[in-house]
């Protein structure tokens, strides 16, 4: 049916369809980057927690009794395993800020599919 001889009703009612189309879209398309979010954080705490019991470790060792030699290996080793911990804390951080700013234009996107509906 063309635009011209729909009446007032039909034409907005053809408004909400699309309004509830697209709105089902953005629904998903933040769904699935919701979820990849929730993944990368899983993964990113994961590593954190390894990395810390791996610190810990290291940490307990350093308080025995070790050979001179290994002193240094152990101590550049801890070294390294704070700063991946620093780093991948900071990473997590960053990933879940674009996390809540991807939520938040999805969010408004929404709001603004929703608004065109009710026109």
Known sequence: MSDTFQTPLERLHCDLQRAREDMSKWKRRYEV??????????VADKTIRDLRA???QLCQLGTSVRPV???GAIDNEL?????????L???LAQEQQQHAKTREN????LGE????GKR
């Open 69 to 71: 030699a290994r002193s």
């Open 113 to 116: 599919a929703l608004q065109r």
């Open 79 to 87: 070294a390294y395993l704070r700063q991946e911990c620093d780093r």
């Open 54 to 56: 791996e610190l810990l």
């Open 106 to 109: 999805l969010i408004s996107a």
């Open 33 to 42: 980057e919701a979820q990849q979010r929730r993944n990368e954080a899983e």
């Open 89 to 91: 804390t900071e990473a």
